[in-house]
């Protein structure tokens, strides 16, 4: 069975940086896509930031150019840097697969406020 372990989540000051990851286990790791997803309060959960097993990185408008995503596959581990912290990036953050998607984890809470 797959499990998605998220950490790294926190309170940080608008400008601020976080750096998140995601443990995977149960799964042969490198043949994943991966997403990071976030989701605000009242607001429905949405992908932030892909990588594909090549590498291949794509991103959502709203965090093109801060956000950062990448993988370690002897880790079996996928990051999320995260610069230039917006209030509006507050959310849950969790990663899963792009397709088949898995139980959700936990995720990690981060808060962007002064």
């Known amino acids: ?4 372990v998220e950490s790294g989540g926190g ?4 400008g ?8 995977v286990y149960g799964t042969i790791f490198i043949w994943q896509d991966m997403g990071w997803y ?22 959502a408008d709203s965090v093109t150019g801060r956000f950062t995503i990448s993988r370690d596959n002897a880790k079996n581990t996928v990051y999320l840097q ?15 697969f792009l ?8 995720g990690t809470l981060v808060t962007v406020s002064s």
């Open 1 to 4: 069975q797959v499990q998605l």
């Open 11 to 14: 309170l940080v000051q608008p």
């Open 16 to 23: 601020g940086s976080l750096r998140l990851s995601c443990a």
């Open 38 to 59: 976030r989701q605000a309060t009242g607001k429905q959960r949405e992908l932030v930031a892909s990588i594909r097993r090549s590498g291949t990185a794509t991103y």
């Open 82 to 96: 995260m610069n230039s912290l917006k209030s509006e990036d507050t959310a849950v953050y969790y990663c899963n």
């Open 99 to 106: 397709l088949p998607q898995q139980q959700w984890g936990e």
